[in-house]
């Protein structure tokens, strides 16, 4: 797996993680009684975070179409003359271009899951 290297604005696209080590769990008895996520209502969010997983892939569709229209922007500027620097326009249009690839990946797994989920048997 490699890493890469994010924007701001890219990096809207995936929340931080609360911890980024990698440890062994602490183990936990097992007559201690467990609440179900969300305070039991099916409802709420996942882990604890505070954000819903709809709201959280909304924001990222939403970080997406505004990398789009920024370069949308650039683009016209580009062409009507007005933007005295093209490297801006490459750069937000790349910037978008990753974001989409990024999109339709997830979307792509996500998919793929579902597929999955659905033949298990019962």
Do not use: C, H, K
Not at 19 to 38: F, H, K
Request: hydrophobic share 40%; glycine share 10%; net charge negative.
């Amino acid at each position: 797996m490699s890493i890469i290297p994010v924007s701001a604005s890219s990096a809207a696209l995936w929340p931080a993680t609360e911890s980024s080590q990698v440890g062994i769990a602490q183990p936990t008895s097992p007559t201690s009684p467990t609440a179900p996520l969300g305070g039991g209502d099916g409802a709420g969010s996942a882990g604890g975070t505070g954000d819903s997983f709809a709201s959280v892939l909304g924001n990222a569709i939403n970080s997406v179409q505004g990398a789009q229209a920024n370069a949308d922007n650039l683009a016209t500027q580009a062409a009507t003359g007005s933007l005295t620097n093209v490297s801006n326009y490459m750069v937000a249009a790349e910037e978008a271009n990753i974001q989409t690839q990024l999109t339709a990946a997830v979307r792509n797994n996500a998919l793929q899951a579902f597929q999955q989920i659905m033949g298990m048997q019962l």
